[in-house]
């Protein structure tokens, strides 16, 4: 990497973590007000900031130059790409503090409304619940739960959601998850790029 790759990277390092970090705090005073409606805000405030913290480290890993041909790396495969790199010790902290989160999304299966194949949906809806519910790996369920609000956020990106209970208690369940997945990635990636 050239002098001035590696500058452009730090510059956009610095750039997406503070888009995370203000949406973090959007988030977190938003969550001040109490109130039930305020939920789906919620949810769009800390999915933007770690939409932020994926796509950064999409970039810096270059999983767009792991395909043949290439093509760009789907968002699932990016969340996934950046929860695992938590260590376990992370991870079993994350899954202390969205336990809560863990049980409810083990007993649904949320399908993404965004493939039109419905067997498909239902076959991805369903390995994730399964992930969630069985795998022996914290790190297997954390992302297997990112996976599954990922498909809220498509859901809810592409219609299929909308301000009836059922659907306000799916996202209030995915509200914890992404608060901490974020404040986790923030973390991590203050720790990186200091010994970088």
Known sequence: MTEQE????DEFREQQRHIAEQWLHKGNITDEKNDDTIIFARFFFYFTGFNAMYFLYKE???LDGRYTPPKK???YKQI???LDKFDETTAQKIR???EPSIKF????SIQP??????RE???IAEKNKTNILNSSSVKEKIKALGQAIYNVRCNLYHGSKEASADDQRIVSNCIKPLEVFLEKAIKYENYHKRIT
């Open 105 to 108: 999304f083990s007993n649904r």
């Open 60 to 62: 810096i890993d270059n």
């Open 96 to 98: 202390n503090n969205i």
């Open 73 to 75: 790396c789907p968002e």
């Open 80 to 82: 996934e790409h950046l």
């Open 121 to 123: 949906r239902k076959r």
């Open 113 to 118: 409304m965004n493939i039109r194949n419905e």
């Open 6 to 9: 590696r500058q452009n990277m």
